[in-house]
């Protein structure tokens, strides 16, 4: 990204120009466009075909949930009926049993080779808890428009990338794991696939697409990409949520964050989660330090100022030597990140979370991480990662894992007296 000779300050002062002037530009009209779209897709790609329920309603086990799969697969039939997307309400519709639906799901991947063992690493805390743990996953699921059309994943088949199968096995992963909260990133397909189906198991999700979505650019695209936070309405209570730009140096950027705080129904403790994407690519480290400043700003209000327990998920596009992890790692907020209990001195983060071969060669970086507040909350267990071996020579996405990025798991649970110091 640098030229040589050229000095940093000078080329992030073009950064800087350009993307000022790129916001100048579109900002004005995009703001507008982007609130239109949103709306527009959720008209769109909402559940709201009433044939849905009347099959749901009608049909019991493995047909009902073929139905409710199937209804995904095709995200078009919702325009048959347009007559019937004025009025979402999926919050309706019939439950749905996460086995049936694991079993629906092998029964669509049933040509692919089975899924990757990956085993939860105890990691024996001195805090039992009296309370069942909350299970927080993070992942960057891959933007169906983005690992098509622009990724560039030059060892991947593109048959691996079908979104029919492909949603499969993100599913199946998430089924697998049953996490408490999800937090996911390069979310594409929120309205038609990732919320029906998720209501239906019992969660509650937000979804903030990016303003100005490089999915968008894409030929038949599904609409923008954005975070997508979850979690189970029988284990927690919303008390708020944010839905926050980022800013880099005042300027509002094209990365966004969502902040949600809960109640544990159990214990009636309240922490907050939040999930972000921040900017990608080499030579954007400062503008990621700067995304990664507001947010923690924004954080210590939420928390006002750390009294409140905090767990932050997120593809931070930086690896542990960047500033914007840094900042993080030092911040008065009291973090730590959960991954790194995984590495024999408790001090290391795993050697990668993404590993995928693009034009420019192999990529293995370690990009995603969960931070949480290390005076209030202890980590229980977390899931291990992929080996080199289970990735196999081609990387990722593959017929085994759907996604770039490996998904972090990690079980937290309060730390029975907290001592005031988050
Ligand atoms: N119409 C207009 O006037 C303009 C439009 N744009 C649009 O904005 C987009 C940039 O948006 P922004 O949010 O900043 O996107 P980012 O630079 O943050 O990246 C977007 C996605 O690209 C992936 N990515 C990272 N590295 C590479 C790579 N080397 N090759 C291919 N993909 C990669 C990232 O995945 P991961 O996080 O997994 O690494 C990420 O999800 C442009 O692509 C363009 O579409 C930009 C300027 C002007
Ligand atoms: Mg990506």
Redesign the pocket.
Known sequence: MFLPGCPRDFFFSLQSIWCWS?WV??LRSTEERFSKLYYHLRRKFLPLDPCTQIVCSMGNGTSRLYSALAKTLNSSAASQHPEYLVSPDSEHLEPIDPKELLEECRAVLHTRPPRFQRDFVDLRTDCPSSHPPIRVMQW?I??QA?GEG???FVQCPVEALKWEERKCLILEEILAYQPDILCL??VDHYFDTFQPLLSRLGYQGTFFP?P???C??VEHNNGP?GCALFFLQNRFKLVNSANIRLTAMTLK???VAIAQTLECKESSRQFCIAVT?????TG?ERFRSAQGCDLLQNLQNITQGAKIPLIVCG?F?AEPTEEVYKHFASSSLNLNSAYKLLSADGQSEPPYT?WKI?T?GE?RHT?DYIWYSKHALSVKSALDLLTEEQIGPNRLPSFNYPS??LSLVCDFSFNEEPDGLL
């Not at 994407?277 to 690519?281: D, E, G, I, P, V």
């Open positions: 790129f530009d579109i960057n891959l933007a983005l622009k990724d560039n990133q390069e990016k100005w979505s490089p968008l650019d990409d950027t094209n990365q994407h921040l900017k990608a690519r954007w593809d596009n993404t693009r420019s990529c990009l770039d990025h």
